[in-house]
Every structure is written in structure tokens, then in C-alpha cells.
């Protein structure tokens, strides 16, 4: 199985490191598991020969971009930003005008592409995520909401499938991109490796989210959060809570949508689980008292929820 990852100058350089030694140790522990496994062969593509991570780590290229077409899968890593605009201009610059390029030329029908991180905006810009579910980096959400429109994003997962394309969230997620691409080939080595490597399964972006590192200036959207947090222990009605605001319950749930990708109630549970953690941490209050406080009625409400925002899979009934 022919991997390669794809970067420029400004790359995340733990990223690229994580994808590449968890590969090669799948690579190593192969055969020992299974040898019926095809092996791995993972390269690594640029625009030079040798390009510098964000880190200062070099990364040696043993594939120019031309040289994609027989690659089983195409990994675009993250592109060492942390801010919309400075993503963007990752994006649109001479090195990433040259990744877009030379994605486009890669054929989806026998090649698998993936990106992590700030990486899928260079893998949406070749428009060939349009009308897919991608998940990205979850602070970048409005950049990327605002950018790519017909892009259907999933903030709360970590790993995201659609077709051909597999999409991995914020920069660590590298970690769990490289395991879905392993567990496309084989369980057992996943496990493994994962056992190896001391990796956790982390299906669900939710517990990591902070509204207040989100980037917009939507004005709507940031009234609307504003008065939610405002009234986080009181029970919430959208069309009520849009007239507070001076919009219409229709124009909210759009702008929402727009701008995070989420309902009006969808946010108001993520406000109030981030007021639920922070009084876990700073006061001694119970759950029953914690769950009353930021607006749900008893305490087994907020623990169910906390559940979902982690991932955590439904317990089996006794």
C-alpha cells in the first residue's frame, strides 16, 4: 500500500512526524501479525526536494508533486497555521497553489485523499469536497464555513469518511487519521500498533471546544452568544431568544448554520457544557447543582450529554 504525505514549507512538523512513525511502526509489526498485509511504502511529497516544518525540522521530499498518480492514498498534513487569515494565505500561496494543483490531477476513483488539521482547507480548495462531510480543525470552523460553503462540516468528529475522502480534525489528529487509515486495512494491526504506541481512541472533537477561541465576527451570531451566556440557566426558546437579539428565529438559524455550522440549540448545549466543566473545576458544587445552574433539569440531562460530546459509545442495559 503506497501512502504519501504531502507538504510545504510551514507544515506542522509533529503532524508529518506522528503520520510517518506510526506508519512505519505498522510497517515493522506487519507481517508478525498478518503477512498477508500488503506492505506499507510511505513517501513523502513537495514542491523542492527539502522543505522546513513550523517546528524548524526538515523534511526530505522523495517525490516531487508530479509524482501522485500511483499513490493508493494522499495525505495532505497539517499546514502549521493557527489563524484564519494565515491559513488562507497558506493556502493561496505559491507552495500551496502548487498542493491544489497537484491534487486536482489525482484521480478519487483509485486514490484515497485524507487531510488533518488546517490540511483540509488545501483539500477542499480543489473543490473536490464540495457536497462531502469533513470535519477540520475546530477554532477554524467559521473560516472554513465561510470559505467553502457547499462543504458539509462535522465539528464535532474527530475522523470523518465520505467516499473517498477521510478528514481528521485539530493538529494531534494526525494521530487518529493515521489509525482510520490503518483501520481501513486491518483491525488487528490498528490495535496493535495502537497498544505499541500507547494511543487512545479520541472519536469526538466536542470535549476539546472553546466558543471563546472560535473565529468570527458574525454580529448576529455573537449576540446571539452572548445573550445565551447571559441566560445559560434559563430554558431556551430560539424564536424568544431572536427577538432579544433583534433578528428573526429563521435568520439565526441561518447565520448559525453559516458561520459554525450548528443549530442555535446545538451551541447553547456547547455553551452550557463549557459552564458545566468550568464550575466542575472551580467550585465544589455536585452535578445536580452544576446541571441546574447552567439550565438543564436534573443531573443524569448534563451527564448524558457530556457522554455524547465525548464520544463515549452508549453502555450496554443489564
Not at 119 to 144: D, H, K, S
Not at 147 to 166: I, T
Amino acid at each position: 500500500m503506497k501512502i504519501g504525505l504531502v507538504v510545504q514549507d510551514g507544515c506542522f512538523g509533529s503532524g508529518v512526524s506522528a503520520m510517518l512513525d506510526i506508519l512505519q511502526t505498522a510497517e515493522l509489526v506487519r507481517a508478525g501479525i498478518d503477512p498477508s498485509i500488503p506492505p506499507f511504502e510511505v513517501s513523502v511529497a513537495a514542491p523542492r526536494r527539502r522543505v522546513t516544518a513550523s517546528n524548524g525540522m526538515a523534511v526530505a521530499a522523495s517525490r516531487t508533486l508530479r509524482e501522485l498518480s500511483d499513490l493508493d492514498v494522499v495525505v495532505v498534513p497539517a499546514l502549521g497555521t493557527l489563524t484564519g487569515p494565515d491559513t488562507e494565505a497558506s493556502v493561496e500561496s505559491p507552495g500551496g497553489r502548487s498542493i491544489v494543483r497537484a491534487m486536482r490531477s489525482v484521480d478519487p476513483g483509485r486514490t484515497q485523499l485524507a487531510a488533518a488539521c488546517t490540511g483540509v482547507f488545501a483539500l477542499a480548495e480543489t473543490g473536490m469536497l464540495e457536497e462531502r462531510r469533513v470535519t477540520t480543525t475546530w477554532f477554524l470552523a467559521p473560516t472554513f464555513v465561510a470559505r467553502y460553503p457547499g462543504v458539509h462540516l462535522e465539528l464535532d468528529r474527530m475522523v470523518v469518511a465520505d467516499g473517498p475522502m477521510l478528514t481528521a480534525g485539530a493538529a494531534f489528529a494526525h494521530i487518529d487519521l493515521a489509525l482510520a487509515l490503518l483501520q481501513g486495512v486491518s483491525a488487528s494491526l490498528t490495535q496493535h500498533v495502537a497498544r505499541l504506541l500507547l494511543l487512545d481512541e479520541r472519536p469526538s472533537q466536542g470535549a476539546f471546544v472553546s466558543y471563546d477561541l472560535l473565529e468570527h465576527e458574525d454580529p448576529i451570531v455573537l449576540a446571539f452568544e452572548r445573550h445565551v451566556r447571559d441566560h445559560l440557566g434559563e430554558p431556551f426558546d430560539t424564536a424568544r431568544v431572536a427577538a432579544a437579539i433583534g433578528a428573526s428565529r429563521r435568520t439565526l438559524e441561518r447565520r448559525t448554520r453559516q458561520v459554525l455550522g450548528l443549530s442555535p440549540l446545538g451551541i447553547v448545549h456547547r455553551l452550557r457544557l463549557e459552564r458545566a466543566q468550568h464550575l466542575r473545576r472551580t467550585t465544589a458544587l455536585s452535578t445536580e447543582a452544576i446541571a441546574r445552574r447552567v439550565g438543564y433539569a436534573n443531573a443524569e440531562t448534563l451527564r448524558a450529554l457530556e457522554r455524547m460530546a465525548r464520544g463515549d459509545k452508549p453502555r450496554p442495559r443489564r
